[in-house]
């Protein structure tokens, strides 16, 4: 009779097989249609695992630009953005070295500060 090796693998939270789940969610702008410079707005994202969870803004043909991170609190994760130029943003969020879904999110003057703001 034989000995069974039996294998286990454990993964710390936030490393490897951590990835976020879905697009990352702005809310619905007080405009409804798009989100405003100079505004406030909370963006949070579904994720797998917890753990470090940072947040990127990219432009079209540029580098992607660092938001902000946030540690996720359960399955979400949430930051605040304030769009700082017009134009569409892709917007993802990375877990675990993996990037997630990307959300097109279009900017136009914002009108206003903080969550007093819209944008026409």
Same mark, same amino acid.
């Given at each position: 009779?034989?000995?069974?090796?039996?294998?286990?693998?454990?993964?710390?939270?936030?490393?490897?097989?951590?990835?976020?789940?879905?697009?990352?969610?702005?809310?619905?702008?007080?405009?409804?249609?798009?989100?405003?410079t100079?505004?406030?707005y909370?963006?949070?994202?579904?994720?797998?695992?917890? !753990? &470090? =969870?940072?947040?990127?803004?990219?432009? @079209? +043909? $540029?580098?992607?630009?660092?938001?902000?991170? /946030?540690?996720?609190d359960?399955?979400?994760?949430?930051?605040?953005?304030?769009?700082?130029?017009?134009?569409?943003?892709?917007?993802?969020?990375?877990?675990?070295?993996?990037? !997630? &879904? =990307?959300?097109?999110?279009?900017?136009? @003057? +914002? $009108?206003?500060?903080?969550?007093?703001?819209? /944008?026409?």
């Open positions: 009779m034989g000995l069974a090796t039996i294998g286990l693998s454990i993964v710390p939270p936030g490393s490897a097989g951590a990835v976020p789940v879905g697009k990352i969610d702005a809310g619905v702008p007080f405009s409804s249609v798009v989100y405003g100079g505004c406030l909370n963006l949070t994202v579904d994720v797998n695992a917890s !753990g &470090p =969870v940072t947040f990127w803004e990219r432009r @079209q +043909g $540029y580098p992607e630009r660092f938001i902000g991170a /946030a540690r996720a359960g399955a979400i994760a949430t930051i605040r953005w304030v769009p700082r130029r017009i134009g569409d943003r892709l917007l993802y969020a990375k877990q675990g070295g993996v990037r !997630g &879904p =990307v959300a097109v999110m279009r900017v136009h @003057q +914002g $009108y206003g500060s903080g969550w007093a703001c819209f /944008a026409l």
